[in-house]
């Protein structure tokens, strides 16, 4: 396989309804998309990148630039045998793990699709279809929230998750217990928004039989998502903590989780995604696969990795009219609460030019060769 050139691309997605965290709202997603054209075939990469730093240090005007001045550059000075020759070459660049996914995954996409070959079946899937949770945000009403929740259980979603932040945490999930019942799938999605100072809080979401707490604490507060875990009787997952299947290894060792978000973007790409499932499997802890709003593109290779058999749990792997009125590829849609999982050669799925077209603000071409 000889890589040809990269190409970088932006996409401006309208979403179907803001989207509120405790780190921000957004409207919008402005996208890196990343293709790899080789002699043999091409490849799709998604950059989970969002438009500034609040989930994460990295941000998307960063990932292009990072990929231009550095990533790309080192691909070209030696160039990649095959996908899993991408991550050593660029290790030696600190951090910007989103970029390096988005890169890693255009490379391998290209590299199955002309092996004929399948994301899946590479990476170790065991089924052909994966059960599908929504991540619900943060609303103006409890009333609001339960319409919205109300809707999604209506289309079949197994497995509702919050969004809280401190003044927006016992109230809803106390609304959604009390009007949907004991039996709903249920977890809760902090994004670093409490401090060890509000275990009591955190504690007094023990009754509610939540599934898991996932990310309370800050990033790099491993042990006091120790601490925690010792006091609150709901299991604690870690998602913007980690990095890495050394940082999963860490904070389990440590008890700092019970439970893990596997983000392939967060984690630097689909391999390294895997060897996070691996350990985490070595160790009896179950995994789920987290989403950051993708379209099609990044979806497709996120339902394939959902596919292993440690994702015990549904994922943030939700339906594209969740999140998009129009998505880049064909859309994911539910069927019985389930995505199916794409079996075609690489990531099984490529965007719908004319709908690319029009989503495109701006085109970037690297030449390799
Ligand atoms: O913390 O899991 C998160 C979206 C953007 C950034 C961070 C997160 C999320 C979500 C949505 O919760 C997951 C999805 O449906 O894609
Ligand atoms: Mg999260």
Same mark, same amino acid.
């Given at each position: 396989?000889k890589?040809?050139?990269?190409e970088?691309r932006?996409?401006r997605m309208?979403?179907?309804?803001p989207? =509120?965290?405790?780190?921000?709202?957004e409207?919008d997603? $402005?996208?890196?998309? /990343? *293709? +790899? &054209?080789?002699?043999?075939a091409?490849?799709?990469?998604?950059c989970?990148?969002m438009?500034d730093?609040l989930?994460?240090?990295?941000?998307?005007?960063?990932a292009?630039d990072?990929?231009r001045?550095?990533l790309i550059?080192a691909?070209?000075?030696?160039?990649?045998a095959?996908?899993?020759?991408?991550?050593?070459?660029?290790h030696?660049?600190?951090?910007h793990r989103?970029a390096?996914a988005?890169?890693?995954?255009a490379?391998?996409d290209?590299?199955?699709?002309?092996g004929?070959?399948s994301l899946?079946?590479?990476?170790g899937?065991?089924r052909d279809?994966?059960p599908?949770?929504?991540?619900?945000?943060?609303m103006?009403?409890?009333?609001e929230?339960l319409?919205d929740?109300?809707?999604?259980?209506d289309?079949?979603?197994? =497995?509702i998750k919050?969004?809280?932040?401190?003044?927006? $945490?016992?109230?809803? /999930? *106390? +609304? &959604?217990?009390?009007r949907?019942?004991?039996?709903?799938?249920?977890?809760?999605?902090?994004?670093t928004?409490?401090t060890?100072?509000?275990?009591?809080?955190?504690a007094?979401?023990?009754?509610f039989g939540?599934?898991l707490i996932?990310?309370?604490l800050?990033?790099?507060?491993v042990l006091?998502?120790?601490?925690?875990a010792r006091?609150?009787?709901t299991?604690?997952?870690l998602?913007e903590?980690i990095?890495?299947?050394?940082?999963?290894?860490?904070?389990?060792?440590l008890?700092?989780?019970?439970?893990v978000n596997?983000k392939p973007?967060r984690?630097?790409?689909y391999?390294?995604?895997k060897?996070?499932h691996?350990?985490?499997?070595?160790?009896?802890?179950p995994?789920?696969?987290?989403?950051m709003?993708e379209?099609?593109?990044g979806?497709?290779?996120?339902?394939?990795?959902?596919a292993?058999?440690n994702f015990?749990?549904?994922?943030?792997?939700?339906?594209?009219?969740r999140y998009y009125?129009?998505?880049?590829t064909?859309?994911?849609?539910?069927?019985?609460g389930?995505?199916?999982?794409?079996d075609?050669?690489?990531i099984?799925?490529?965007?719908v030019?004319?709908?690319?077209?029009?989503?495109?603000t701006s085109?970037?071409?690297?030449p390799?060769?």
């Amino acid at each position: 396989m000889k890589l040809t050139g990269i190409e970088l691309r932006r996409v401006r997605m309208p979403l179907v309804a803001p989207f =509120r965290t405790s780190f921000g709202v957004e409207h919008d997603r $402005d996208i890196l998309l /990343v *293709r +790899a &054209v080789t002699d043999e075939a091409e490849g799709w990469g998604e950059c989970v990148a969002m438009a500034d730093p609040l989930y994460s240090s990295e941000y998307v005007e960063a990932a292009a630039d990072v990929l231009r001045r550095y990533l790309i550059p080192a691909l070209a000075a030696r160039p990649p045998a095959d996908a899993t020759a991408v991550g050593p070459t660029l290790h030696r660049f600190k951090g910007h793990r989103m970029a390096k996914a988005a890169l890693e995954t255009a490379v391998l996409d290209a590299e199955l699709r002309a092996g004929r070959r399948s994301l899946a079946r590479e990476l170790g899937a065991v089924r052909d279809r994966v059960p599908a949770g929504v991540s619900v945000g943060i609303m103006d009403s409890v009333d609001e929230l339960l319409s919205d929740v109300e809707g999604y259980l209506d289309e079949g979603y197994l =497995r509702i998750k919050l969004k809280i932040q401190p003044g927006w $945490d016992v109230e809803p /999930v *106390r +609304a &959604v217990r009390e009007r949907f019942g004991d039996d709903v799938l249920l977890q809760v999605d902090a994004n670093t928004a409490y401090t060890l100072g509000d275990v009591a809080l955190l504690a007094a979401l023990d009754p509610f039989g939540l599934l898991l707490i996932e990310q309370p604490l800050d990033e790099e507060d491993v042990l006091g998502h120790a601490a925690l875990a010792r006091q609150v009787r709901t299991p604690i997952c870690l998602d913007e903590s980690i990095v890495s299947a050394r940082a999963a290894a860490d904070a389990i060792r440590l008890g700092a989780c019970q439970i893990v978000n596997v983000k392939p973007g967060r984690v630097g790409g689909y391999l390294e995604a895997k060897r996070i499932h691996d350990v985490c499997a070595a160790h009896g802890v179950p995994v789920w696969c987290g989403g950051m709003l993708e379209t099609g593109i990044g979806r497709a290779a996120n339902v394939a990795l959902a596919a292993l058999p440690n994702f015990t749990l549904p994922g943030d792997t939700s339906a594209s009219g969740r999140y998009y009125r129009t998505d880049l590829t064909e859309p994911f849609v539910l069927d019985d609460g389930h995505l199916a999982v794409p079996d075609g050669f690489g990531i099984g799925v490529a965007p719908v030019p004319e709908i690319l077209a029009e989503m495109t603000t701006s085109l970037e071409w690297l030449p390799l060769a």
